[in-house]
């Protein structure tokens, strides 16, 4: 069965630096998303991509916050000058149709 | 505004004995309703929806819109139910977005 694949795993980066995490979303998927969950607390959307453009964003996701799918299978969330407060589990997630999302393993995000 | 309260972080229960994963929802319309379940050193995985009103693995949940409650249920817990579960609420059709809620760890003692 085809799943929703992330990377890395676990990314560990200094205050203020910039951070990519990648994902690829099922090959025959259409919406994409990006969850992050603080340790502890609830899992939280941040942001949904559809037909190459952002269709809906929470109000998490500012200025600092970037997604851009590249090619044709990858889709990546860009964190700008990274804070303490933005170490969590970020997961991606992919559905064909709006309303069956399939979601990735995870990337924890580590900020020091 | 929505949410989803799962007013139990822990939930422990014994083998064969029922077990009840309760799940308020704060919401004005008529949202579609979720539980997903995350095994140890595993993904978030779509257990059922309300609306398809499947019973999958032995779990059941109605959805209650005078309560505002969609409880998860099964009649015989099983040690491989252990996990953690999380209810999570769309608001309505067509919307993009997810909302969880905090999550039960669910532990089932042989």
């Known amino acids: 069965e085809p799943e929703v694949t992330q990377t890395p795993s676990h990314q560990v980066t200094q205050m203020g630096q910039e951070v990519i995490l990648r994902c690829v979303p099922i090959s025959n998927h259409l919406y994409f998303y990006w969850y992050r969950q603080i340790l502890g607390q609830k899992v939280e959307f941040l942001v949904s991509?559809?037909?190459?453009?952002?269709?809906?964003k929470s109000e998490i996701f500012d200025d600092q916050f970037s997604v851009e799918r590249p090619d044709g299978s990858n889709f990546t969330l860009k964190i700008r000058s990274t804070k303490l407060e933005d170490s969590a589990m970020y997961f991606c997630?992919?559905?064909?149709?709006?309303?069956?999302?399939?979601f990735g393993p995870g990337t924890r995000l580590t900020v020091t | 505004a929505q949410r989803v309260t799962q007013p139990e972080k822990l939930l422990s229960v014994f083998k064969g004995a029922p077990v009840e994963l309760k799940c308020n929802y704060s919401?004005?319309?008529?949202?579609?309703l979720f539980w997903y379940v995350q095994y140890s050193r595993q993904r978030l995985q779509l257990l059922l929806r309300h609306i398809s009103r499947e019973s999958i693995k032995g779990f059941t949940a109605d959805l209650n819109k005078g309560e505002t409650s969609f409880h998860l249920k099964k009649p015989f817990a099983q040690e491989e139910d252990s996990a953690m579960y999380y209810c999570?609420?769309?608001?309505?059709?067509?919307?993009?977005?997810?909302?969880f809620g905090q999550g039960t760890r669910l532990t089932i003692n042989p």
């Open positions: 997630a992919s559905s064909a149709t709006s309303g069956m999302w399939y």
């Open positions: 919401y004005s319309g008529s949202p579609e």
């Open positions: 991509f559809y037909n190459n453009e952002i269709s809906e």
């Open positions: 999570a609420l769309r608001p309505i059709q067509g919307a993009q977005k997810l909302v």
